[in-house]
């Protein structure tokens, strides 16, 4: 079974700085994928950025950057110079047999 | 930009009653899912479905669902006999086949049980 784990249920950033959002994982699967979703208020699910297990570099995604390290499964995702729209929940996901399974997200709130 | 749409964006119903929430996956795509995500909880895998039939699905989903794809275009989610923990936003999602990277999501329905 996959389990995703996010252990800040909450985040303030202040406006143009960065900000760190922690993800670990675990699974037995030699090949995995490791997702980032936003979901604003309105509630739709945006996809941010993808993590292949055999990739060999950190993903990124313009302010997006996925920090991560397979030996401690952690997958942590950096987003750069915060804007206000950047106010959301954020859930890491794994991929097993191309189902997700999510954790329990982080809300990020970003301050002017 | 193609997306995967999802009508309607909220259904209100009585206990007991039959919901068919209905989605329209990107029309290249060959897998669609349903997940579900109970207010202020995380999203949670319900079906898998690819080449009419479905691959994988949850404890969630027992025999009060089920999924059909009744056209070429359309992907629904039937609830039999609603619950009050039927409660929740209902999204639906399609991926390419082979493709790993991205599962596209659609806006959601938001489902409410009284």
């Not at chain 2, 990107?26 to 949670?44: A, C, D, M, P």
């Not at chain 2, 493709?99 to 999501?105: A, G, I, L």
């Amino acid at each position: 079974a996959q389990k995703i784990t996010q252990t800040q249920p909450g985040m303030f950033v202040q406006e143009k700085e960065a900000v760190t959002l922690d993800c670990t994982y675990d699974t037995s699967d030699p090949s995995y994928g490791l997702f980032w979703y936003k979901q604003p208020s309105s509630g739709e699910m945006i996809f941010l950025i993808y993590q292949g297990s055999y990739d060999q570099q950190n993903a990124t995604e313009g302010r997006y950057s996925l920090n991560f390290q397979k030996a401690r499964k952690s997958a942590n995702l950096v987003i750069s110079a915060s804007q206000l729209g950047d106010s959301a929940m954020y859930f890491c996901a794994n991929s097993n047999d191309y189902k997700l399974s999510f954790g329990a997200g982080t809300t990020v709130t970003v301050r002017a | 930009e193609p997306e995967v749409t999802q009508t309607p964006s909220h259904q209100v119903t009585q206990m007991g009653q039959e919901v068919i929430l209905r989605c329209v996956p990107i029309s290249n795509h060959l897998y669609f899912y349903w997940y579900r995500q109970i207010l202020g909880q995380k999203v949670e895998f319900l079906v898998s479905f690819y080449n009419n039939e479905i691959s994988e699905k949850s404890e969630i989903f027992d025999d009060q669902f089920s999924v059909e794809r009744p056209d070429g275009s359309n992907f629904t989610l039937k609830i039999r006999s609603t619950k009050l923990e039927d409660s929740a936003m209902y999204f639906c999602a399609s991926r390419r086949k082979g493709s790993v990277t991205e599962q596209y999501f659609g806006p959601g329905t938001r489902l409410t049980v009284t």
